[in-house]
């Protein structure tokens, strides 16, 4: 969720990997499960189905 929430804001995901102290490898790697249990491929795709299914 807290992926969601940064991507939301735009961050990028190297933003990302430094506001949650963890790897660039790592934040990417949340992005895709993001993706993929949200059923979308793309970034904008996801937040539109966060927002939609009230996620964020």
């Not at 969601?4 to 790697?29: P, V």
Request: hydrophobic share 40%; aromatic share 8%; net charge positive.
């Amino acid at each position: 969720m807290e992926v969601l929430a940064w991507l939301h804001k735009g961050y990028t995901y190297s933003e990302i990997a430094n506001n949650m102290n963890c790897t660039l490898s790592t934040a990417k790697t949340y992005g895709r499960r993001i993706h993929r249990k949200l059923g979308v491929s793309s970034r904008s795709e996801a937040i539109h189905a966060a927002l939609n299914q009230g996620l964020i």
